[in-house]
């Protein structure tokens, strides 16, 4: 563990406990989709992974007790907040296997550590330059490692059946919300050319989308980061408390009927291996 800095450097979506809360909640829903395509690209006991933008360190700790104590898990967060519960979370599992590096993935140099794995989830999307990222990824993957991504390929295929148009409006504003900050969201688009520019071959690319209703586990994914998307788009400037109302209403109707779907925004499962 190395001492975090005192000053915390927020992101575009917040750092505070409401979006703690909800990234748990976010990875518990995923947790079964991550640990089948870590098992299938090959993370076992013994493996060195560098989790990219771990956050408060949900899959982080879920990968450290994969690889054991002769395996490790580099763990790289920019925000101070996230890494405090980070620690707290390996010290409650006894996990001695998770390393913490406090910095900033686009204006710091990446750990060494010749890795055997890395693990990106929903954080190139917010970067203002990804192919920096994957330049850099290069230099600390070992011949052979391999690289996973989950990433969004079309976040506004988001929608409700039937179509709530102050939802979509609302969709397309969290987009827009994210360019405005130097990101993109559909990012996933770009990653395999940067990937090939690096020396990386891409294994797969799988397509990610659910249509569910509202029983389903799954709809609390979108679902959940409404509340918090329109309190953040808010403080930001982008919409007034009127439409915020307007979206909370609509959701909450839709939810109550047990015949409605939702379609989530589709995510690319990429896996990429290094080879030269």
Known sequence: MIPLMAMERDYVLGTNEEELARLGLQHRIWRPVALACWQKAGITIGSRVLDLGAGPGYAATDLAEIVGPNGKVVAVERSSNFLRAL???????SLANVEIHEL??????????SFDFSWCRWVASFLTDPALLIQKLAGV????GVAIFHEYAHYLTWRFVPRLPNQERFAEEVKASWSAAGGKADVALDL???????????RSALPLI?????RDYMWQWPASFIGIGLARLQELGRIDAAFAHK???????????PEARLITPLVLEIVAEKIS
């Open 141 to 144: 993957m070992r011949p052979g």
């Open 247 to 257: 979206v909370v209403e609509e959701v909450d109707a839709v939810g109550r009927n």
């Open 192 to 202: 395999p050319s940067y990937l090939a520019r690096n020396g990386f071959t891409v």
């Open 87 to 93: 620690e707290e979370r390996a010290r409650a599992r």
């Open 104 to 113: 900033d993935l686009m204006t710091d140099n990446l750990p060494t550590g």
């Open 210 to 214: 659910y249509c569910v209703g509202p």
